[in-house]
């Protein structure tokens, strides 16, 4: 799964992209109106739209993609999927007057385009869908997620977002004899011994215990303090928890890690695709990820060798004294209508479509033909199929109608349980970006024992405040 983007207030000003749109039919099966014409005499309906994570692995399946939309839809698209640069690239072409009917964004920049004016407010057109108001496809109380300052609602999601946690090498437990931990202390004990115990039988001491991408995600571990990462309002005042006093010990719990060389040296500069490596090459006993690549650890080692050993497997934060836990849901993913879309009828009939079953099955498993295949009822993957981990924008979806034919990746449902059981939604903002540099910039020092953990929140909350990014 991919770290959710975020934009800054400067980047808006500056920024550039497009997308553009032509509309047409309609999905009777997804909730649309249709039209009296005979088919011959129907305009084709097109779809221009901008996507992140969305579509085809490579740009020769993404031509395939939006092919198999058009197949199963009735509707043209055109599916823009830059490969970096989304934010600026989008909003560039925002501010250059680009039309274009649908949007995949996450929540902070949808609130960048709220802020703008650019977005079509969507309560009559979900109202009006019997499809997309049915509580069995999307959560009456998961709507507040995607509503803004005024009320609201902006975005219809794309996909049911999971959560991050703690994922260990429970093979690694397992032959260290070693309990899945609870309690900060236990989770120490549990890494020490990755380090130190040999787990992957090599006969050298050449593991580490812990490897994480920067500070993403150690919400499991902030849990231990009752700190919750993103902003939190207390009594009206905007506080950044990761950058207050309660989050000091764990600071120096992580710089103790690092001093005896459990965590992983190169933590501070990794990036999401260094940490996975780490953990799927038996160098670390433990990162810290989404739910949904639980299930990818063990479907990438399985299919590299059928008989492997290798065990990933989701965990539940450090508890606090208390025994609350603190574990953090992804910011939803929404499909957004521009106020300029030139056919927001038909951007709406494909949302339908995306949540049907037939999407599902799309968003999730592939194209039929490429990814998988079909005879007599019965689905089977092909290589590509097995190498996409049935992941095509949405490896999961909130549609409670449709089940999965090859139900899910091993080990996921049991992450995604702990996640919807304890799982909070992280409230960032536009001006996150910003907000992360001075937090990692102090936190990643003491974390590594270079200064007191005490001085970094310090020097946190006096940039934060000068900045206006708390009160």
């Given amino acids: 799964m991919k770290k959710v983007m975020k934009v800054s207030l400067a980047v808006?000003?500056?920024?550039t992209m497009l997308i553009t749109a032509a509309c047409g039919n309609s999905d009777k099966s997804a909730g649309g109106n249709g039209d009296s014409q005979k088919p011959s005499e129907q305009k084709k309906k097109e779809l221009r739209m901008m996507v992140g994570t969305i579509g085809g692995k490579t740009p020769e399946e993404h031509e395939l993609f939006e092919k198999e939309v058009e197949r199963l839809s009735g509707i043209k698209v055109k599916m823009e999927k830059p490969a970096t640069g989304f934010n600026d690239k989008l909003l560039t072409a925002i501010s250059s007057g680009?039309?274009?009917?649908?949007?995949?964004?996450?929540?902070?920049?949808m609130e960048v385009l709220f802020d703008q004016g650019v977005l079509t407010p969507l309560d009559d057109r979900i109202k009006g869908s019997k499809f997309i108001s049915d509580p069995s496809i999307f959560p009456k109380n998961e709507w507040e997620q995607v509503k803004m300052s005024d009320g609201k609602i902006?975005?219809?999601?794309?996909?049911?977002?999971?959560?991050?946690?703690?994922?260990?090498?429970?093979?690694?437990?397992?032959?260290l004899g070693l309990q899945e931990p609870k309690m900060l202390d236990e989770y120490y004990n549990v890494l020490k011994a990755f380090k130190?115990?040999?787990?992957?039988?090599?006969?050298?001491?050449?593991?580490?215990?812990?490897?994480t991408a920067g500070l993403y995600d150690i919400q499991g571990f902030m849990s231990a303090a009752g700190v919750k990462a993103g902003y939190v309002t207390k009594d009206g005042k905007r506080t950044i928890p990761y950058a207050t006093e309660a989050a000091i010990p764990v600071y120096e719990?992580?710089?103790k890690l690092y001093k005896e060389g459990i965590l992983d040296p190169n933590f501070a500069t990794n990036d999401a695709g260094k940490m996975r490596d780490m953990f799927l090459t038996d160098r670390v006993g433990m990162v810290t990820y989404w739910d949904t690549w639980v299930g990818t650890f063990n479907n990438m080692r399985m299919q590299k060798d059928p008989n492997t050993t290798f065990k990933a497997k989701g965990l539940l934060p450090a508890a606090g004294p208390d025994g609350k836990i603190m574990m953090r849901r992804g910011e939803p993913n929404a499909w957004i209508i521009p106020a300029n879309s030139p056919d927001p009828k038909t951007a709406m009939e494909f949302i339908e479509f995306w949540s049907t079953e037939k999407g599902n099955v799309l968003a999730t498993l592939g194209i039929e033909g490429h990814d998988y295949t079909v005879k007599d009822g019965k689905y089977e993957l092909t290589?590509?199929?097995?190498?996409h981990n049935l992941d095509h924008g949405a490896p999961y979806v909130y549609n409670t109608n449709w089940t999965n034919?090859?139900?899910?990746?091993?080990?996921?449902?049991e992450a995604k349980e702990l996640v919807m059981k304890y799982g909070t939604v992280e409230t960032?903002?536009?001006d996150w970006k910003d907000i992360e540099k001075i937090i990692n910039n102090y936190a990643l020092q003491a974390m590594q024992g270079k200064i007191p953990a005490s001085e970094a929140v310090s020097k946190m909350n006096q940039e934060l405040k000068a900045a206006k990014f708390i009160d």
């Fill in 12 to 15: 808006v000003m500056s920024s």
């Fill in 98 to 109: 680009e039309k274009y009917d649908l949007i995949q964004v996450d929540r902070p920049l």
């Fill in 154 to 175: 902006y975005g219809i999601f794309t996909k049911l977002q999971g959560g991050t946690m703690p994922i260990v090498r429970k093979d690694w437990l397992d032959k």
């Fill in 196 to 211: 130190e115990k040999d787990p992957d039988g090599n006969g050298k001491a050449d593991t580490y215990g812990l490897s």
């Fill in 253 to 255: 719990w992580f710089a």
């Fill in 383 to 387: 290589q590509d199929g097995k190498d």
């Fill in 405 to 413: 034919p090859f139900g899910s990746l091993p080990g996921v449902k």
């Fill in 428 to 430: 960032t903002g536009k």
